[in-house]
């Protein structure tokens, strides 16, 4: 026998098709629908919205004034439904961050008498944001609601969860048979709007042929090719792939280009893995181009989308203007194709909001949760200037105001004379906004941490980089290639998370970010207390060498580095050597290493061998000290800085390799002295032809074409200043700390004037 809610569906299509015109037809058909919800309330076993939804709406019109009598349970249980949809289109919902969803959307419920004040732990919360990212959107909600019940059982909601786990399992039944279709899409049917699936086959090996299941007219099946076209021109291998296209409905004929957004949507997702939730809806016309073109009838669209269960709708952005704001109606406006799928691939989802007035905000109710526990009450909370909130508890016996600063971060000030209850406020502040926060409370050390751990499972590791970049607050960096390293930056304090080739994954930065951040990789990595171990400074220079020796390299790249960077006097000296395999066996055969851990004399004779073996692979740009003070007063009155005249050699040296020996594509490791965008920004015509694969890291070095360019470079560099000593009869020093150079450049002022100073002297 069919589930009620397939017979529902049949009733629904059959009622659909009739108009009242059609006298006893349409009344059995109203009564039909009437008799498989109302007998017996059957409504509540209905959990799927959008189909509930539609049944309210066709009977409202066909009822009339009879409706608002038959229909108040009905109504009633579909307030119940949107209002729980609505809490899992909140999971999913990139823009909501989950300390507010915590704290906002899903603390208060219909089916429970008194909001959920429950203060979870960071193990949970991240074990929660980790299920909200981790799988498709039925699997995300199925696992986070899952953690969410469970959580509010450990925190003594029993009779609470029980309920919440009872409407969670039945909407999300709801929500998988919404999934039976690929992708929703909006359709004007004369002034109205309407809300229908469309599925998308694709068959391999077939001769290029398009079909539709349902009856279409040409202007939708126009849409169709253009949209099997445009999958076409992203992925060659589908040009003779056959793709059968549906809509879920068929007793009509539609017609129409404002499929097209959906359609091309819905053809991509049958070739590439895309995921999009069954509470979006899309409409646009779309060229062979993949622009996204205006439609009709929207505003009759969004307010169907919205009765229907959409919670976010996809339109053109040549209709942005004349959209209508619909409360718990998001709307997305596009251009082309591509604008729609970075929204799609591209949501992040925050551990905590990005606004700091509302992280402000969110932190204030969890301390509310965690003082009334210790029966201490928030009294007030009012916004005070200077992006300050003034929160005021009580125990009935004295009154304790709490400052909530929030301008750059979260800073707290407890006021009020020293007493016990002063006490567990301050205790309760530093439990949830960390003791960092304030500047009355003892200083917390400022000394990095790092945690251990050993991750060599290759899906693990790849893994835990798809959590991290989701989270919205993290940036991967060149800095990176053992296997990838993370920033990530929340109020003002910074975590590092290395993964290095051999296994060994770091978490380094200072409490209490360190705390949440290590919490949250335990989660996903699965690891016990007995696997992290702190590491000391010297295992930091240990973990940066470890990082160049990982990069991986092709059968050719280059290195470059600079001398004289901190030298008073002398050139500033760049080098650059492009190395093959076999090249570099030669070089550290001969002994070629870091610069700085030879004498002056070896490193003349290695750099003349350098040369001999390398020809012009190996090069060299000399700034001498008058240019290089020219060079600098220029980039000063641009706003720039040392960094950009380092940049400004860096790359002349490799643009002088590239002249020689020209290349489509190739690693070029750099000795880091700055932010990537400083050597990108002086890169000439000949690197800018080739793709260079940019990778600056502390203690490059350890590279043997980065060595042999410390190398070349400190070579020159002790030339040129033997060779301006013998001009000036003056032993100039190396370095910048030596007590004779002040004595020295007085000398040849007096001697020779300033002039001549700025050719010696940077």
């Known amino acids: 026998m ?10 629904l299509s059959h009622l659909r098709a009739l108009q009242p015109s059609d006298g006893a037809v349409f009344d059995r058909s109203v009564s039909a629908v009437l008799d498989l919800l109302i007998e017996n309330e059957n409504y509540r076993t209905v959990w799927d919205e959008r189909l509930l939804a539609q049944a309210e709406h066709l009977l409202t019109e066909a009822l009339e004034n009879a409706a608002e009598q038959d229909l108040i349970g009905l109504r009633s249980h579909l307030s119940t439904l949107r209002e729980t949809h609505s809490k899992l289109y909140a999971v999913l919902d990139s823009d909501i961050d989950l300390e507010s969803l915590l704290l906002d959307h899903l603390a208060n419920w219909s089916v429970v008498s008194e909001p959920l004040q429950c203060n979870f732990a960071e193990l949970k919360k991240s074990a929660l944001h980790q299920a909200r990212i981790s799988g498709d959107s039925e699997q995300r909600l199925k696992g986070f ?13 029993s009779e609470a969860s029980a309920q919440i786990e009872l409407v969670i399992r039945q909407a999300i039944e709801g929500y998988r048979r919404l999934r039976e279709w690929q992708i929703y899409a909006l359709f004007a049917l004369g002034e109205q709007g309407d809300v229908y699936g469309l599925k998308v086959n694709a068959l391999p090996n077939g001769q290029g042929h398009v079909r539709a299941v349902n009856h ?16 076409a021109s992203r992925h060659a291998h589908t040009r003779n792939w056959d793709f059968q296209w549906e809509i879920n409905r068929s007793d009509i004929q539609f017609d129409g280009e404002s499929i097209g957004l959906g359609l091309t949507l819905a053809t991509l997702m049958s070739v590439e893995n895309i995921d999009i939730d069954r509470y979006t809806a899309f409409t646009g016309k779309v060229d062979t181009d993949g622009n996204v073109r205006r439609i009709e009838h929207l505003n009759a669209k969004l307010q169907a989308a919205r009765q ?15 959209a209508e704001a619909i409360d718990g109606l998001k709307v997305v ?55 300050c909130i003034r929160v005021e508890f009580t125990d009935r016996r004295e009154t304790i105001p709490v400052m909530i600063y929030h301008a750059q971060q979260i800073k707290h000030v407890v006021q009020g004379k020293e007493s016990p209850q002063k006490r567990i406020v301050q205790a309760a502040c530093d439990d949830v906004f960390g003791k960092k926060a304030t500047s009355t409370l003892q200083p917390v050390s400022s000394k990095p941490e790092t945690r251990k751990y050993t991750v060599k499972e290759t899906m693990l590791q790849h893994r835990l980089l798809e959590h991290l970049l989701k989270r919205g607050d993290s940036i991967r960096e060149v800095e990176n290639n053992c296997v990838y390293r993370i920033k990530i930056t929340i109020g003002g304090q910074t975590v590092h998370i290395r993964q290095f080739t051999n296994g060994t994954l770091t978490v380094t930065g200072i409490s209490p970010l360190l705390d949440t951040i290590d919490a949250d990789v335990r989660v996903v990595i699965g690891a016990s207390d007995n696997m992290s171990l702190q590491t000391t ?4 220079i240990e973990e940066q060498i470890e990082a ?14 600079e001398a004289g960077k901190g030298d008073y006097y002398g050139p500033l000296v760049a080098g650059a050597v492009l190395l093959t395999t076999e090249l570099a066996e030669e070089l550290r055969k001969i002994g070629v290493k870091d610069s700085k851990s030879l004498s002056d004399k070896r490193n003349i004779e290695l750099a003349e061998t350098i040369r001999r073996i390398c020809g012009k692979r190996a090069q060299v740009v000399v700034i001498p000290p008058e240019r290089y003070n020219a060079l600098y007063e220029q980039f000063q009155r641009e706003g720039k800085n040392l960094n950009t005249l380092l940049a400004w050699g860096h790359t002349r040296a490799l643009e002088d390799i590239l002249t020689e020996y020209p290349q489509e594509q190739i690693t070029v490791i750099v000795d880091k002295f700055g932010d990537e965008h400083f050597v990108r920004n002086k890169l000439l ?5 080739t793709k260079l694969n940019l990778v600056q890291l502390p203690k490059a070095e350890a590279n043997i074409a980065v060595a042999a360019a410390s190398i070349l470079a400190r070579a020159q560099f002790l030339q040129f200043l033997t060779r301006m000593s013998d001009q000036y009869k003056i032993d100039f020093p190396k370095g910048a700390s030596d007590p004779r150079i002040m004595q020295i450049g007085r000398e040849i002022i007096v001697r020779l004037g300033d002039d001549e100073l700025r050719k010696v002297a940077k």
């Open 548 to 561: 160049v020796q990982a990069v991986e390299l092709v059968d050719h790249w280059i290195g470059t580095d």
């Open 537 to 540: 400074q010297g295992s930091r």
């Open 145 to 157: 609601f899952d953690l969410f019940v469970s959580a509010l059982k450990e925190h003594g909601f």
């Open 685 to 689: 015509s000949k690197s800018r032809q």
């Open 216 to 231: 279409a007219g040409t202007d939708m099946e126009t849409s169709a090719r253009k949209a099997v076209a445009y999958v």
């Open 2 to 11: 069919a589930s009620l809610a397939s017979q529902l569906d049949g009733a």
């Open 333 to 387: 406006s596009v251009a082309s194709i591509d604008d729609a799928l970075r929204v799609l691939k591209s949501a992040a989802y925050h551990r905590e909001s990005t606004s700091l007035k509302v992280l402000a905000e969110n932190k204030i109710q969890e301390l509310e949760i965690v003082l009334k526990a210790s029966n201490v009450w928030k009294i007030a909370q009012i916004d005070q200037p200077n992006s």
């Open 308 to 322: 229907l269960g959409i919670r976010r709708v996809f339109i053109p952005r040549e209709n942005s203007d004349e």
